[in-house]
């Protein structure tokens, strides 16, 4: 089972910049690569939301809310997808989690989950 590791959640005001990061460290590069990413939000009494992801061809799928703020990318070397986040809003405060999917060609990846990274947006 693969396992994610999300980091770089935290306290912002409005208006600024936060970098998540999400590991797969137990995974060879061969499955990095060949696999779908993706990052995921849920805030108090809301569902949980696709926010960003990308395929193994870099094709890549933002949520409207988030288009021209945010940008996912990969870096297969380190094992490591990103997700930048700019010009942060109140309404972007919730858990932030990273998923993973086995298809890699899909854009909306549900398989492997992390176990959440905090992020608080203050007015």
């Known amino acids: 089972q693969a396992q994610l590791v999300e980091s770089g959640g935290g306290f912002v005001q409005a208006g600024g910049s936060l970098r998540l990061s999400c590991i797969a460290p137990?995974?060879?590069?061969?499955?990095?690569?060949?696999?779908?990413w993706g990052w995921y939000r849920q805030a108090p009494g809301k569902e949980r939301e696709l926010v960003a992801a990308v395929n193994y061809d870099g094709d890549t799928n933002y949520a409207e809310s988030v288009k021209g703020r945010f940008t996912i990318s990969k870096d297969n070397r380190k094992k490591t997808v990103y997700l930048q986040m700019n010009g942060l809003k109140p309404e972007d405060t919730a858990v932030y989690y990273c998923a993973a999917d086995r298809d890699g060609s899909k854009l909306v990846p549900n398989d492997y989950w992390g176990q959440g990274t905090q992020v608080t947006v203050s007015s």
């Open positions: 137990r995974i060879i590069l061969s499955t990095f690569t060949g696999r779908a």
